[in-house]
């Protein structure tokens, strides 16, 4: 009970420092039973690991099974537009519509693919450093951060520029589904930007699909009128989840990492010194060192033993990512920042038939964005210590005020 007492995720202290209570768990109940929501959590690395690659595990269990038969309760009508958004999208799918839909999302993610999306997104970094420069600093999570990610899925998904505004509250307000216990309140605001947000999709699929383009939804509608069907239903929430996690991921990673550089000036300093040389390990180290998603649920279809401990058909496992990427037993020292850690194997994009599909492009997000600032920034300050956001799910900051 005292171990996982301070496992506190509405608590404003945890959220903004978890790591003493992950080590604690990690120590005394690796793998325990957390009665506020209803949630086994596991907290080491190996195990983290391995289940994230257990088929006895799935995103979800109405491919196999019922509500009623897995005891868990309808979900509320009320919030039908949410779910069927939610529901339809590749982060909750299993196979094999998983498979399908994975495979011709896929295309648009090779390595060739998003290496070629670099000239863009370097100046779209270099357009928002500029814009920071000019003002002789500000909020680098507004004007830096949030704006990148946007820009570069819109692109690729073919939204008007004029229209790019409503993505980032969308978004957010998606998303807050998926805190832990979410209220009445997130739910509704929820429902209201699930229904925007595919009626807004709707439309553009329609006028893509009397004018192709060259962007991600005209290639999907030419892949529904081949053999790999997507229904609209699915082409909609593909391109939610895309933005979603593409974004909420990347500026969180981004803002959380401005962070930790400023609280380790000898990291960053060392970083500033040898730019070329350490910005890929550094990008890796910064992901592990605070991850932005760090928690991932998974349900268990079938009963499992982890560490003894066995847990039943028809729970639920909160994978404890934060954790996993601070684990001892895995990494050397990891409660110290090492912008060259070469031996990383984080799993902040997970791992599994639910690997970040977006990887190669968060990457290449995050190097040109530290990158440019680095560059042209190297007198970037800190201009007072940053509040976190609420959500413990997902993780971020407030704002991060800097002046150059």
């Given amino acids: 009970m005292t171990t996982t007492a301070k496992f506190d995720p509405w608590s404003a202290a945890f959220v903004a420092h978890p790591y003493d209570a992950y080590a ?161 309140e997130a739910a509704r605001r929820a429902v209201t930007a699930s229904t925007e947000f595919s009626d807004y999709l709707r439309t553009l699929i329609r006028e893509r699909r009397a004018a192709p383009g060259t962007d991600l939804i005209s290639a999907l509608i030419q892949a529904q009128e081949g053999s790999d069907a997507l229904s609209e239903q699915e082409m909609i929430s593909t391109c939610v989840l895309l933005l979603n996690a593409g974004h909420e991921a990347t500026v969180n990673t981004t803002g959380n990492g401005w962070w930790a550089l400023f609280r380790n000036p000898g990291e960053l300093a060392r970083l500033r010194g040898s730019v070329d040389e350490l910005l890929p390990t550094a990008v890796e180290e910064l992901m592990r060192w605070d991850t932005p998603l760090q928690m991932f649920e998974r349900w268990v279809l079938e009963d499992i033993e982890v560490r003894g401990v066995t847990v039943p058909r028809g729970a639920e496992i909160a994978l404890l990512f934060g954790s996993a990427n601070r684990d001892h037993e895995r990494f050397a020292d990891p409660d110290r920042l090492d912008l060259g850690r070469t031996d990383n194997p ?59």
């Fill in 24 to 184: 604690e768990l990690r120590e005394h109940a690796p793998v325990t039973y957390f009665e506020p929501t209803n949630q086994w959590l596991v907290s080491r690395h190996e195990d983290v690991s391995a289940l994230l690659r257990d088929r006895r595990l799935g995103r979800t269990y109405t491919h196999r099974f019922s509500h009623a038969e897995f005891g868990r309760p309808e979900p509320d009508p009320a919030h039908e537009p949410f779910h069927t958004l939610n529901d339809n999208g590749l982060l909750d799918l299993e196979a094999p519509d998983h498979t399908r839909i994975r495979r011709l999302v896929s295309k648009a993610f090779t390595p060739r693919m998003v290496e070629g999306l670099r000239p863009t997104v370097r100046r779209l970094a270099g357009e928002l450093v500029d814009e920071l420069l000019a003002a002789g600093g500000g909020d680098l999570i507004a004007t830096v951060a949030e704006p990148l990610p946007v820009a570069v899925i819109a692109e690729m998904l073919g939204v008007p520029e004029g229209d790019r505004h409503l993505l980032r509250p969308w978004s957010a307000d998606i998303t807050g589904m998926f805190e832990l216990n979410p209220g009445e």
């Fill in 346 to 404: 984080h799993i902040t994009f997970g791992a599994g038939i639910h690997f970040c599909l977006g990887a190669p492009l968060a990457r290449l997000e995050l190097t040109e964005s530290y990158g440019t600032l680095l560059r042209r920034a190297p007198g970037l300050r800190l201009v007072r210590e940053p509040e976190w956001n609420p959500g413990y799910v997902i993780r971020g900051l407030k704002e991060l005020l800097v002046e150059v």
